[in-house]
């Protein structure tokens, strides 16, 4: 079976590796340390990991990234609203 290092994986997906690498410590994709302890991440899963995220874009593809975030405005109504809420694309801590 075929394997991808980090930066070569994030690079095939067009994202940054510390990217990648978040993504990797939530479980997604599971990534394996080999004996060097650097993750790798199994070509199965990976090709799996890349069609749920597709399957993802094409579901929110409708509206703006903006109006998929969830959360309670707490001002406004201005252009400097703040959404207060879980954590989403674009935020720390956001895991697919």
Do not use: Y
């Not at 599971?30 to 874009?57: C, K, W």
């Amino acid at each position: 079976m075929h394997t991808h290092r980090i930066g070569k994986a994030a690079a095939l997906m067009s994202v940054s590796a510390g990217t990648l690498r978040r993504w990797a410590d939530c479980g997604k994709p599971h990534a394996e340390r080999d004996e060097l302890d650097r993750r790798m991440i199994p070509g199965p899963e990976l090709a799996s990991f890349v069609r749920e995220l597709h399957r993802t874009e094409q579901t929110n593809s409708g509206s703006s990234a903006r109006n998929r975030r969830s959360g309670i405005v707490t001002e406004g109504p201005s252009e400097r609203s703040r959404r207060r809420g879980r954590s989403g694309p674009g935020r720390t801590g956001w895991c697919p």
